[in-house]
């Protein structure tokens, strides 16, 4: 009798495992039953939508949570310029959760007529023609040959002369700046009201100057246009 009931106990778990594969076999081949993804939630967007991370992530709602492959979702979402880091996990039985790291723009390099928008790691975001939607300080004397968004515009060496300098600029004098020019390491700062700040040669310009700038202003004539020179030990102001 036991021997019975132990048989049919065999038979009912295996009836269980094929039914069970059946179902996952048809989730695959057909339009899924169950753990479908019906909802995706996005978070750390500033500058992009909502609903454009979510396009950029491949995820169809509908499709199945089985299959989905959070790790080509991530490569997606990577390849937009405007993500610097994505994570995408399955929230089970029918969610998805994408969490990015945005790139923050914070130069514009003027490229065939148009405006290349710089991320603070050197990457190109996007290009853009109309100048009057970019409030960012302008990097000039830099050419670019040819560049393609989410990749560097320049050498790791450059940038990083680059970027010292616009990091150690204050956010109080940040939104006074027009323009970076940069030439044969020779830097100047330009700000909206046509003052031109001179660094002299950036490899050896020392950049604890830059966060004085705001008391070194205080000193100089209401006169907005003119020539400071902060290259050497003092620094020297001048009207043009």
């Known amino acids: 009798m036991k021997a019975f009931f132990r048989e049919r106990l065999r038979i009912t778990v295996f009836i269980a495992i094929i039914f069970l594969l059946t179902i996952f076999a048809l989730q695959i081949v057909f339009k899924p039953l169950f753990f479908v ?7 750390g967007q500033a ?9 950029s992530s491949g995820i169809v709602r509908g499709e199945s949570l089985i299959t989905l492959s ?24 029918t969610s998805v959760t994408i969490t990015i790291e945005e790139r ?6 003027p490229y065939h007529n148009n405006f290349i928008l710089v991320s603070d790691d050197g990457v190109a975001l996007d290009v853009r023609n109309d100048f009057s939607s970019i409030n960012l300080p302008i990097l000039n004397g830099y050419v670019l ?19 010292k300098v616009y990091e150690n600029i204050p956010d109080n004098f940040m939104l006074q700046l027009s323009e970076i020019y940069w030439y044969r390491d020779q830097m100047s700062l330009i700000t909206v009201g046509g003052l031109e700040i001179s660094l002299g040669n950036i490899n050896e310009f020392d950049h604890v100057r830059l966060k004085m ?20 030990i003092y620094a020297v102001f001048r009207k043009l």
């Open 104 to 109: 923050v723009p914070c130069l514009a390099i």
């Open 145 to 163: 040959d040819e560049v393609e968004t989410n990749s560097s515009i320049m050498s790791e060496e450059q940038w990083q002369k680059v970027k």
């Open 47 to 55: 500058y992009l939508s909502e609903s454009e991370v979510f396009k």
């Open 213 to 232: 700038l705001p008391e070194i202003l205080k000193n100089i004539p209401d006169e907005k246009s003119g020539f400071l020179d902060l290259s050497g």
């Open 70 to 93: 959070c790790k080509q979702a991530v490569r997606l979402l990577e390849a937009n310029p405007w993500i610097k880091k994505a994570e995408v996990l399955k929230e089970w039985p």
């Open 37 to 43: 993804v019906h909802g995706v939630s996005v978070s």
